[in-house]
């Protein structure tokens, strides 16, 4: 079965510098969530999308933004990256009337010199 | 805010025991996963249970809902090396159309299992 796919799966880039990652949902899914890993926590929910349209917004930096495309892929732009955005990031998606089962992607590993 | 508050956070024993972890909340919420997250990898979904006082069952595993909806628990029967990584749980709380929160998860601190041979 088609998973979530996620591009880049490791990013290092320098601070002040831009990053922009990206998820491919399952095919057929209508809802794509973005969350943050940092190093020995849980996921953090940064923001989600139903039907290209902004749904929920958690603890995303002004720094941050994201789209949902016509073609139902996602991309989290990152701009004047900061060492403490160095984690993991996690798309999930799934049919939102499906008691949430979300999917989750392998992850972008971003590292911030 | 929801919060999920998980035990244990490490929990190292022999193959063969058994063990229990927990997640509480004052939230009641809608749904609650259970992941399990090998290191640099994504959360793989182990389980959904979305009604009160539900009990599921994969292999060893057993997954219990609390009546009100608030609390989980995972229960590891007889437990083996391949047991070992980090489990999670999640709640989500669906609201109709016309709320602000469309099933976004809030996830516990989780549980690193060491099971040694």
């Known amino acids: 079965a088609a998973g979530v796919i996620q591009s880049p799966r490791h990013l290092i880039k320098e601070k002040r510098e831009t990053a922009t990652l990206k998820c491919y949902p399952i095919p057929r899914h209508d809802t794509v969530y973005w969350y943050q890993q940092g190093p020995g926590q849980d996921p953090q929910f940064l923001i989600s999308f139903y039907e290209k349209m902004q749904s929920d917004k958690g603890s995303i930096p002004d720094r941050f933004s994201a789209q949902q495309f016509s073609d139902y892929h996602s991309e989290l732009n990152m701009s004047s990256l900061e060492l403490g955005d160095s984690a993991l990031y996690f798309c999930?998606?799934?049919?939102?009337?499906?008691?949430?089962?979300?999917?989750f992607g392998p992850g972008t590993r971003l590292t911030v010199l | 805010t929801q919060l999920l508050e998980q035990s244990p956070q490490f929990l190292s024993i022999q193959e063969g025991e058994n063990l229990t972890v927990y997640c509480n909340s004052s939230?009641?919420?809608?749904?609650l996963q259970w992941y399990r997250q090998e290191p640099g990898e994504g959360p793989v979904l182990l389980v959904t249970v979305v009604t009160g006082g539900e009990v599921k069952k994969l292999k060893r595993l057993t997954f219990q809902f609390g009546d009100a909806r608030k609390d989980s628990s995972l229960h590891i029967t007889a437990a083996q090396p391949g047991d070992t990584g980090l489990y999670l749980c999640a709640g989500a709380v669906n609201l109709n159309a016309g709320g602000t929160s469309y099933g976004k998860l809030t996830f516990g601190q989780g549980t690193i299992l060491t099971v040694h041979p």
């Open positions: 939230s009641v919420f809608s749904s």
């Open positions: 999930a998606s799934n049919l939102l009337l499906t008691h949430n089962e979300q999917f």
